[in-house]
């Protein structure tokens, strides 16, 4: 299961993890996220004690979207030791979003 992430824990769940994280930036009202998400689960279920992967409501937490410049959803960003190492913006299938997290681990 991806793990809710706020404005007030986002720090501390997600630049301060031990393993790379997957951040799925999205919004209740928007269509591409809601195809985007059962992938989203499914890689945590595929990568799980390897990957965390997190969800953050844009509408919700509006400081942490604005703090990496979130101007698009879904916008997938992959961190490894709190720093950006690679980003995908709007929907992707499985394989494209696979790849990226095997690259980053």
């Given at each position: 299961?991806?793990?809710e992430?706020?404005d007030?824990?986002f720090?501390?769940?997600?630049?301060?993890?031990?393993?790379?994280?997957?951040?799925?930036?999205?919004?209740?009202?928007?269509?591409?996220?809601r195809?985007?998400a059962?992938?989203v689960?499914?890689l945590?279920?595929?990568y799980?004690?390897?990957?965390?992967v997190t969800k953050?409501?844009?509408?919700?937490?509006?400081?942490?979207?604005?703090?990496?410049?979130?101007?698009?959803?879904?916008?997938?960003l992959?961190i490894?030791?709190?720093e950006?190492?690679?980003k995908?913006?709007?929907?992707?299938?499985?394989s494209?979003?696979?790849?990226?997290?095997?690259?980053?681990?």
């Amino acid at each position: 299961m991806a793990i809710e992430v706020t404005d007030a824990n986002f720090e501390e769940v997600v630049l301060k993890s031990e393993i790379p994280v997957l951040v799925d930036f999205w919004a209740e009202w928007c269509g591409p996220c809601r195809m985007v998400a059962p992938v989203v689960e499914e890689l945590s279920s595929d990568y799980e004690g390897k990957l965390l992967v997190t969800k953050v409501d844009v509408d919700s937490n509006p400081n942490v979207a604005m703090k990496f410049g979130i101007r698009n959803i879904p916008t997938i960003l992959f961190i490894k030791g709190g720093e950006i190492v690679d980003k995908h913006v709007g929907a992707a299938p499985k394989s494209t979003l696979a790849a990226k997290v095997d690259a980053v681990l």
